[in-house]
């Protein structure tokens, strides 16, 4: 390569890169030596796709999707937590496994997509965009109030204030369904926020940058929005407190106005006994009363936590019984059960599928699978 072709690359190459190049052959009389002239020279393999990563995050970040501005603080108690991941990840137990540790009485809806391979990106932007549908228009309410939905007539899955969109680590090739423009572009569009626990905590994609907020792994985003049950209740009993202390307040203010008040009249013994009983009699009032709403709040509260359980077990043989009912329809698209009727699937070594005799040429390499193993093949020429 000369200099001035060497002036133009964008990188540094090292030895044991790997490198496409364009270029022409050359001979060196001199010597009679056969030369490659290199024109020409970019990354190949893990190292365009890391050239191709940037490029993406430079245009968004143009954009403005990553800017601190637009992300969304997460729910302190959602009412529904929605996950999009693959049925088959590890990461699904354990965001499933720390969701029932820890908030049992959250509603969860899972919509499954692949995370990895040619067909994850569609898949995760479809998964994403059910879910969108069961989001409020209206932003969570603070103090309880009633929000409009989109959900429709019919629906019963619950209302989700949050999403999760969670895989485990792997290479860059692996997680590059994350760096899709399109799905960058539809969490960007979410109504609620989004936590992406995408990868190990070394591992970064697109998806990271656009969400609202990343996780370093997935049972990290779970326990981000999975405040324990028993914090809750140990708040609601501080409140019952400080309202007791209050209310107790409340009544020695009106003791020691009274006996202001009671100095300032003088000895007018009639009307200071008429006013002194009517103020007993409100203090009397007001404290009977305070105590009342005290028992009714914790009447309440106990009659919450005894139905807690046995709401949160219904809930939970629901769920089951729709996993069940979905394994059970999975388990029918299975495509072993295709092969044992005789047919296979052909592709290359390297994984991809040959659905056209367009895809093959004289002497290529392929790879049948059938019902009870693989058999390697060679493309013979046209007769």
Excluded at 87 to 106: C, E, N, S, Y
């Amino acid at each position: 390569m000369f200099r001035r072709a060497a002036s133009l690359l964008d990188f540094s190459p090292q030895d044991g890169g790997l490198v496409e190049v364009r270029g022409r052959l050359g001979i060196y009389e001199a010597r009679g030596d056969l030369q490659l002239i290199v024109e020409s020279m970019s990354r190949a393999g893990a190292g365009a796709l890391f050239e191709q990563f940037q490029k993406l995050k430079l245009k968004l970040v143009g954009e403005g999707l990553f800017d601190a501005a637009r992300k969304r603080p997460l729910p302190v108690m959602p009412r529904g937590i929605g996950v999009v991941t693959s049925l088959g990840a590890a990461a699904l137990h354990d965001v499933v496994a720390t969701l029932q540790r820890r908030v049992p009485h959250i509603a969860v809806l899972l919509v499954p997509a692949s995370v990895q391979g040619s067909t994850a990106p569609a898949e995760l932007i479809l998964a994403l965009s059910n879910l969108y549908r069961f989001t409020p228009i209206d932003p969570l309410p603070v103090h309880g109030a009633v929000k409009k939905t989109r959900k429709k007539s019919g629906q019963t899955a619950p209302l989700i204030d949050v999403i999760l969109m969670v895989r485990g680590g792997g290479s860059i090739e692996d997680l590059w369904a994350f760096n899709d423009e399109q799905l960058a572009r539809t969490i960007a569009q979410s109504p609620v926020p989004i936590i992406c626990g995408v990868g190990h905590e070394t591992d970064f994609s697109i998806a990271d940058f656009v969400a609202d907020l990343r996780a370093p792994t997935p049972t990290a985003a779970a326990e981000l929005v999975a405040q324990p049950r028993a914090v809750w209740l140990d708040l609601l009993g501080v409140s019952a407190r400080r309202m007791h202390d209050a209310a107790l307040r409340q009544l020695d203010q009106q003791n020691q106005q009274l006996d202001l008040t009671s100095s300032h009249i003088g000895r007018p013994s009639t009307r200071l006994a008429g006013q002194h009983l009517r103020l007993a009699s409100s203090a009397q009032k007001l404290k009977a009363s305070s105590l009342h709403f005290l028992q009714q709040r914790q009447q309440h509260l106990g009659r919450l936590e005894m139905a807690l359980p046995e709401a949160l077990q219904r809930g939970l043989e629901r769920t089951d019984e729709r996993l069940q009912r979905a394994e059970l329809r999975l388990g029918l698209l299975d495509p072993s059960l295709v092969l044992q009727r005789g047919y296979a699937w052909l592709s290359t070594p390297g994984g991809t599928t040959i659905t056209s005799v367009q895809q093959t040429q004289s002497g290529q390499l392929l790879r049948a699978t059938l019902a009870d193993g693989t058999v390697d093949l060679t493309v013979l020429p046209s007769i």
